[in-house]
């Protein structure tokens, strides 16, 4: 059993964390957190989840490239360059089919890079682009990694010359052309001194350098491959080039942010960008975001660092370069007046020492603020990240202070916020009672242990110890769990599972062999790509059994999380931690409240809040405020006196709130609720008309028991339907939906599911056109959020797709932005 202990108290022998506020590393660069195939289509992931990130890079395939099915840089660039992102690499090679790609000669694909660079070049965005020749060159077309130098230098004079070629070839094209290479497998200082002797010599340097790190030895040797490769560079006269590491990572580092802090903070420190890589399916940030639109607990990672700004300062860390350790990043802003740490990848009791504070920004105190961002899966949704503790401590007279972390666990992230420390005391965070259970160290009945993503074995999936019981496929397989509770109440039972029977699964839950009640778990990728299923239990103070049974299909059980409910959930978000607009100050006079000040809005300016909702519906939304504010949302605004609750409807996962006020001082954004359907209007899919071949069909995971299927395919096949509107106004659709689309063309490793579209008309109004990702199964259902304009009275919502099939619809929600109060 883990149980979650108070940050504060005595530790035996805690680990040291050092920050050095005096020692700049310069500017934050924000490089770490681009993806590989990170985006699958226009609105997958959707632009609540992409904008936050503030992403800087991703690599995606040419248009129409044939090795997966999705992923056009063309097509990804209108969401990615609309939300802020940074550059497309452009993989050109991947225009190819086979893995490793088919070797038809350099004159093939002399024809493939000309039409690539051509349509790039034709692009509005075309400077965005960056070209990448070759992937991989050292294992694939050239084996330039082979041991005897003999023929290494005679694979490596062929590369050379086809490197040269290919090079002039899009310089022809396009004068102006971003060029990266030359894209190793792995680090190859043998290759890397001769091609940058030969590249300067021949005036065909890459602009952008690029290797791969895909080895967890990479987290010790990363310091080393860069610090030979700028030695590299030295030696032949060549400028310091911009080094993407376009691909890094491990399935077991994906969706862990206690692993993600370690690759991101050697990445940042040493000011390189970096794309996380794609083992598995594109379109979700490489393991990062859930569905469409939902962030797991590697978004939320990601997420604290989009907000670093100022300079990144010096950390040292327990141990400097060493596998699955403690290991963090820090960052000053003296015109914020506020210091960050990131940190995690160890177990136990940590110090964070933060020194040389400099006083003339924070003064004799400091507030201190500390949350957690836990593993939640890599399909796991994760609810805003847990403030563990806020508290006032005053600068030694060396000008350090010490944040004690308690109890910390290896697949967390924690983040420390320090700001001046003002009047009066910060709020005591609610942090409810918790604690987990191991599905490996239960009472296994007809089932399998089996161990997963270790440095051993990088490439296994994560699982929470490193083991999870599988092959629970037997009419007697089940798994029991004694747990313990301190008093009597109603429990949160987070069962962290892995379900790839083609179809919803269900286990029986009882506890202690009481009645059974149905756990059904929606499908994942696999057995082992890790999501979340939260029931709840009442359970009285002491010991119990909580057995998990074979239902129907198979389940695969990691891990369960005990969570005593305190009541509906809420969150409070820190204004001065918002992303901003304009030229908002910061008033750190008072530490009452979230303890991190106020941010005070004039005209012009903005706060941007990253609130999530566990379900769509409406929660209650309080603005801490001095004055009244204004707040925009899918594409509408209300006005809020200070204090006052609103009741807005919000999608499920990240929905981003806009602030603004011709004068105010603003605390939080305090949100609470489940997601109540009261006051939405719905229609189920036997309510709809169909025509041109779309017709209802029997599907028993559907709310009622039937769906639409065959929708499109025809410009004559459209599923309508009417919803009476009480009131006009601006209303979010949500559509139920369910497909299974694949192009699989026997890729080693990626699994190419596809996305469907379908385009919607309300009323007169012109279509939308709506991208509804893969749910992994016909009769798994997800929603996608749509807002749209409805007039008072009847209302027709059209759905239809004139060239390509539809997803099935189980049916459609709206709910009016603004609610009743």
């Known amino acids: ?70 992923g056009d840089a063309l097509s990804v660039a209108r969401s990615f360059f609309r939300t802020g992102g940074g550059e497309i690499l452009v993989l050109m090679q991947d225009v190819y089919a086979e893995w490793p790609y088919e070797d038809l000669g350099i004159d093939d694909y002399l024809i493939r890079v000309d039409r690539i660079v051509e349509e790039i070049a034709a692009d509005p965005d075309r400077d965005r682009f960056v070209h990448v020749p070759f992937n991989e060159p050292d294992q694939i077309w050239y084996g330039l990694d082979v ?73 010790r040797d990363f310091q080393a491959h860069y610090d030979d490769y700028r030695s590299l560079e030295r030696e032949a006269g060549v400028a310091p080039l911009k080094i ?51 962030p797991n607990g590697g978004w939320w990672f990601f997420r604290w660092y989009a907000g670093l700004t100022g300079d990144t300062v010096e950390v040292t860390p327990p141990r400097a370069h060493a596998v699955d350790t403690l290991q963090g990043l820090a960052c000053l802003d003296t015109a914020r007046r506020r210091a960050q740490v990131l940190l995690g990848g160890s177990d136990g009791d ?75 005391t910060p709020a005591t965070p609610d942090v409810p009672w918790t604690a987990s259970y191991e599905a490996q160290d239960a009472v296994v009945t007809d089932g399998e242990i089996r161990t997963h993503g270790t440095v051993e074995n990088p490439n296994g999936y994560a699982a929470s110890g490193t083991r999870d019981v599988g092959s629970l496929d037997r009419a007697t397989s089940r798994v029991d769990f004694t747990v313990t509770v301190p008093h009597d109440g109603t429990y949160d039972l987070a069962i962290l599972y892995g379900n790839q029977s083609g179809a919803p699964a269900t286990q029986r839950l009882r506890v202690d062999g009481g009645d059974p009640t149905t756990v059904t778990y929606p499908s994942t990728q696999n057995w082992t790509y890790r999501a979340r299923k939260e029931v709840r239990v009442h359970l009285s103070a002491g010991s119990h059994v909580v057995t998990l049974a074979k239902g129907s299909g198979e389940v695969t059980l990691d891990r369960l999380d005990l969570t005593v409910r305190t009541g509906e959930p809420s969150a409070s978000y820190e204004a001065t931690l918002a992303d901003i607009g304009g030229s908002p100050s910061y008033d750190y006079t008072s530490s009452a409240g979230v303890g991190t000040g106020a941010l005070v809005l004039g005209p ?41 609750p609103l009741r807005l409807y919000l999608a499920a996962g990240n929905n981003r709130l806009a602030m603004g006020a011709e004068q105010a ?137 004139a060239t390509a099939w539809a997803p099935r619809i189980d049916r459609i929600e709206l709910g009016r932005v603004v609610g009743m109060p």
């Open 1 to 70: 059993m883990m149980q979650t202990s108070a940050l504060h108290g005595p530790a035996r022998d805690p680990q040291r964390l050092t920050v050095d506020l005096a020692v700049s590393e310069g500017p934050v660069l924000l490089g770490a957190n681009g993806a590989l195939y990170g985006l699958s289509d226009d609105g997958v992931p959707g632009d609540a989840a992409l904008e936050p990130l503030r992403i800087t890079s991703v690599t995606q395939k040419p248009e129409g490239g044939a090795q997966h099915p999705g």
């Open 147 to 219: 041991a005897d130098q003999v023929r290494y230098e005679a694979h490596r004079d062929r590369f050379f010359e086809d490197w040269k070629t290919v090079y002039r070839r899009i310089r022809a094209i396009d004068p102006g052309a971003r060029i990266a290479g030359p894209n190793e497998a792995a680090y190859h200082s043998r290759l890397l001194r001769d091609f940058l002797a030969f590249a300067r010599r021949e005036d065909v340097l890459p602009q952008v350098m690029t290797w791969h790190e895909l080895d967890s030895g990479s987290l």
């Open 244 to 294: 993407n590491i376009d691909e890094y990572g491990n399935r077991r580092d994906l969706s862990v942010p206690g692993q993600l802090v370690q690759w991101v903070s050697m990445f940042e420190r040493n000011k390189v960008y970096a794309n996380a890589a794609y083992w598995d399916a594109a379109g979700n940030l490489s393991g990062h975001v859930v569905r469409s639109g939902i």
């Open 350 to 424: 940590a110090d964070v020492v933060v020194r040389h504070i400099p006083r003339s920004v924070f003064g004799d105190t400091v507030t201190a603020t500390v949350a957690e961002t836990a593993w939640s899966g890599y399909e796991g949704q994760h609810a805003t990240p847990l403030v563990l503790a806020r508290t006032k401590l005053r600068v030694t007279e060396d000008g350090s202070v010490t944040v004690p972390l308690r109890g910390m666990r290896r697949m967390s992230a924690y983040r420390v916020v320090l700001v001046p420390g003002g009047e009066g």
């Open 604 to 644: 012009g300016d903005r706060a941007v809040f990253d609130v999530h909702a566990p379900r769509d519906g409406y929660y209650t939304v309080v603005p801490r405020a001095s004055a009244e504010v204004e707040i925009a949302l899918h594409g509408t605004t209300v006005r809020a006196a200070p204090g006052r």
């Open 665 to 801: 001082a603003v605390r939080s954004l305090d949100v609470s609720g489940d997601g109540s359907a009261e006051g939405t209007l719905g229609c189920a899919a036997a309510s709809a008309v169909l025509a041109g071949g779309a017709e209802l069909v029997g599907s028993p995971h559907a709310s009622t028991g039937s769906c639409v299927d065959r929708l499109g395919n025809s410009p004559l096949s459209t599923a309508a339907f009417t919803v009476e509107a009480p009131r006009p106004g601006r209303h979010l659709l949500v559509v139920h939906y369910a497909h299974d689309d694949r192009r699989d063309n026997g890729h080693a490793y990626n699994t190419d599911i596809v996305s469907r579209t379908a385009d919607i008309t309300v009323g007169d109004a012109a279509p939308v056109t709506v991208t509804f990702k893969n749910t992994w199964s016909p009769d798994d259902y997800w929603t996608v959020c749509v807002p749209v304009e409805l007039e008072e009275g009847a209302n027709k919502v059209t759905f239809g797709n």
